[in-house]
């Protein structure tokens, strides 16, 4: 078994998309595709039924290794605690290995919730050495500092939050064993929390005034360094060099870390939030961003949330109305015909460091032409204009993303973008979990084909690189750390599962609550002589 | 994928040629057959040729005694050795994997009265390297394996845990001593039955089934599918054997549902 975290395997920021230590290093300067020039892709990959078995087995031993009795840490080696979106995706496949522990991972998380209805990125896990991890416990004070925004008494949290991709969980995990779950009360407790939630977004978070949840610090959207933060945060007055240590640059060199400069950026912006009692109407937020993937996540779980209700015998029109109008305004708001794909909204653009905008009423702010894949990943909801679908369709597997053309998997950020880097978190590599959200965006849309050449491709990236944390989106190389809890979970969901993003009694026909399983993979894929 | 058997006493029929038939039709792969003391299980070795002849699969014995190879007293501690020794003989002629014995049932309890064992520690320790050593010897030159099978608590006070027999097998040394699982008596012992499951991978020989109130699995409250995918993850390809009691007025039709619960569970 993998020994327990030792202190000296302490991670850096908030979420362990960008604190794996990085392993082999790249030149700062990676290449992209030659103007013009066709990358040759790998052999096109094929799965045998050995390989599916191998692959389903080893999936599994990851979670079980890495459940720790209530939840799952998402590294056994240097992730000691419980974070909120991987907690999501973990379950997400974690239903097909147990049920139980699966609705387990999300009533552990969703205990944490505070009052106010946020559910923190992290759950702090008290038997674990507070410089085990910065900012630990003793940076965030949520006992004590988010007393007043209602910070549960009994357990120590991060202050800020993660995409909202919850009840999306919960209804998954709910389908994967309703009788179970039925039995547990599991849709019955788990609802008004999910409920509290959204209604916290909505209230408190549309910063904006246009609708969407605003994020407060880059570590929030789950993208944490992506090319996007680099012009709102460069406004922010980093925290001085000395009042914090930082603990990644232990096992991460600092090439490929973020500079001091904005790690004190990072600090300061949740030490500013902490100081105002993580009371949004009172704090700052000088960061505060319309994230288009975060928003097409909580609309993908408004709708979960409906069929969650409407399972329960109640009304599912509520959700679905509110699932509309974040449609709308994500598309209002966020939608860049000219660039093909969705934007980041930058709240604070154009605003004056200490000018009071907060009277406004639509401090609109202006869309960053930073491309993104969190800007394709609004694919996964329901009802997007055709216009707006046929041109995102058109953007993933052009010359910025290159998915099936250039790359395999969707690389994170605009392969021809000058910030490019295939080895640095949210700047270039491939993620699983935004692959496997593709993958039910596409399918979705029915590309099935397309669907189906990246299940397969995710599936062989996750096998050849032992569950990595992300990949180089050109080699498909293995980056950050391996046995990653939500790599092995989405493979396994992707073996096992069936297409069912949008399901429930109100899917529509053809998808979600279609009953023709995913194709086998072995039937097109078998390996050959 | 496992295969699924059923201890010979739970099945319906006068001879193991019926109880095999019904076995069959209900989805089990083998029969899994107990061997009662006074070398009764060698004395039934025509009766077992001929079942053998006759098809029927019986890969494994588990003991049906009062008395094991942990007993307090030498001349019972003596006959358990022998007994065990004759069985695991009998399940080599027969082409079968092994025999499974606990350390000791219901001889003594540190959590009922009166607490306190006559024998320390180290003489329990003594005793059940001395005797895994003769049988695990026995059974090597056999060509098969003895299965030590951790009971809970209240039924033996030596070997209650995976982790206590990995340590006493790691110090005999032999190929031939494995563990033989048993999903009640971890769901009682262990902190994580999955997780144990996986510390102990190397050594698990042998897997026994029932829920956390004894009764057939799907009958309780255990994760099967955490348990089954946990074994499936430390490599083991071998039988479930189910020993239990049965619920319900028709024991039959709880054999029947085993099989189709655990495949569900496992996939």
Known sequence: MTPAPAPSASAASASPATTAPASAHAPASASAPEEGGETSLPANSRLSQAARRRLHRDARRVLLENWKGTSTVPSNSLYPHQWSWDSAFIAIGLRHLSASRAQRELETLLDAQWDDGRVPHIVFNPHVPLDAYFPGPDFWRSSSAGADAGAPRGVETSG????????????????????????????????????????????????????????????????????????????????????????????????????????????????????????????????????????????????????????????????????????????????????????????????????????????????????????????????LPGHVVTALLETISGEHFGLGTHVRLVPSYDLRGPDFDPYRYWRGPAWFNVNWLLEQGLRRCGETERADALRTDVLVAADASRFAEYLDPYTGGGRGTRDFSWT????????????????????????????????DLTAEHEEGP | MFTIACQEQLLPGETLQQKWEFAQA????????????????????????????????????????????????????????????????????????????????????????????????????????????????HARREGVTLYLE??????????????????????????????????????????????????????????????????????????????????????YTGPLALECRLTGDDPAEALRAVPPFLTRSAA
Request: proline share 8%.
């Open chain 1, 160 to 383: 800020i939050v993660q995409p909202p991709v919850h009840a999306l969980a919960a209804w998954l995990v709910h389908r994967a064993d309703p009788e179970l779950s039925s039995r547990r009360g599991f849709l019955a407790r788990v609802r008004p929390r999910l409920t509290a939630w959204h209604r916290y977004l909505a209230d408190r978070r549309d910063l904006g005034g246009g609708g969407l949840a605003a994020v407060v610090h880059p570590w929030e959207p789950g993208m944490d360094n992506s090319p996007c933060w680099d012009g709102p945060l460069a406004r922010i007055e980093p925290a001085a060099a000395g009042s914090f240590r930082r603990a990644d640059l232990t096992h991460g060199a600092a090439a490929d870390r973020p500079t001091d400069l904005d790690y004190g950026r990072y600090v300061r912006l949740a030490a500013d939030y902490r100081d105002h009692g993580y009371r949004d109407a009172e704090a700052p937020h000088e960061f505060a961003v319309e994230d288009p993937s975060f928003n097409a996540l909580l609309i993908a779980s408004e709708h979960a949330l409906a069929s969650i209700v409407s399972e329960l015998g109640d009304d599912p029109a509520p959700h679905r109305e509110r699932a509309a109008a974040l449609t709308a305004a994500l598309v209002d708001r966020l939608w860049s015909p000219e660039a093909g794909q969705f934007l980041c909204r930058d709240l604070r653009a154009g605003v004056e460091p200490g000018e009071d905008r907060s009277g406004d009423e639509h401090p609109g702010g202006q869309l960053m032409q930073v491309r993104s894949v969190a800007g394709l990943l609004p694919l996964i909801a329901p009802d």
């Open chain 1, 488 to 519: 092995a979970a989405l493979a396994l969901d992707l073996l096992k599962g069936r297409p069912e993003i949008e399901s429930g009694p109100n899917s529509r026909p053809g998808y979600g609550s279609s009953t023709t399983d995913r194709p």
């Open chain 2, 26 to 137: 209900a989805g089990y792969d083998a029969v899994e057959l107990r061997g009662k003391g006074d070398f009764a299980f060698r004395e039934r070795l025509p009766e077992l040729r001929g079942a053998l002849a006759d098809g029927v699969v019986m890969p494994t014995v588990c003991v049906d005694m009062l008395h094991f190879f942990g007993a307090f007293d030498e001349e019972l501690r003596r006959d358990a050795v022998a007994q065990m020794k004759s069985q695991l003989s009998v399940i080599a002629e027969l082409g079968g994997t092994g025999a499974q014995t606990p350390a000791s049932y219901g001889m003594f309890s540190r959590r009922l009265p009166p607490f306190e064992p006559p024998r320390s520690e180290q003489e329990d320790r003594e005793v059940l390297l001395t005797g895994l050593a003769e049988m695990g010897e």
């Open chain 2, 150 to 235: 951790p009971l809970n608590r209240y039924e033996d006070h030596m070997v209650n845990r995976l982790g206590q027999a990995v340590e006493l097998i790691r110090e005999v040394g032999l190929d031939s001593v494995r563990i033989g699982i048993d999903s009640y008596h971890m769901n009682i012992e262990e902190t994580g039955p999955a997780a144990a499951i996986l510390d102990a991978a190397p050594y698990i020989g042998h897997a026994q089934v029932s829920d956390s109130n004894r009764f057939q699995p799907g009958a309780g409250h255990l994760d099967w599918p955490a348990w089954l995918a946990a074994l499936d993850s430390a490599g």
